[in-house]
């Protein structure tokens, strides 16, 4: 696992969360997509977890820079921004809020890593229809 985020005290605070709860093997950290994308080449990841709100570049860069080499779970304060559906496009799996319990946040880790998806129900409501609307045309 691999946390990037602009702040060393929230990656740092993700990565106790992490490792105190279910065992998560935290690889690394970086403070945007370009470091993390490097790290990832060095480190093999299965997930990194980007704080979509303050990712540089912005979600969907830094998802296209990182999904090819492990799945990406956006942890974000809006579950229907525009730029998330963005980078869900750009390939990440998973979509998880800042105000989710804790716990949740290394299950989604888990899901993630066992191959799986994990996107809140708003979200894939709206991507569904993203999806219907695209199909009508």
């Given amino acids: 696992m691999l946390v990037i985020g ?3 005290i929230s990656r740092a605070g993700l990565r106790r969360l992490l490792e105190d709860d279910g065992g998560v093997v935290v690889v690394g950290e970086a403070a945007s997509g370009w ?24 979600p969907a860069a830094s998802t296209r820079l990182l999904a090819e080499r492990a799945a ?3 942890l974000t304060e809006c579950d229907l921004d525009c730029r998330l559906l963005a980078a869900i496009r750009a390939g990440a ?13 290394s299950s989604a880790v888990r899901t993630l ?25």
């Fill in 72 to 74: 990406v779970l956006l």
């Fill in 6 to 8: 602009c702040h060393a």
């Fill in 113 to 137: 890593a066992a191959g799986g998806a994990l996107f809140p129900p708003a979200t894939t409501r709206r991507l569904i229809t993203e999806l219907v609307n695209t199909a009508r045309r």
């Fill in 93 to 105: 799996t998973g979509v998880l809020a800042k105000d989710s319990h804790p716990a949740d946040l």
């Fill in 35 to 58: 470091d993390g994308a490097r790290l990832a080449s060095m480190t093999d990841p299965q997930v990194v977890l980007v704080d979509a709100r303050r990712a540089q570049p912005d």
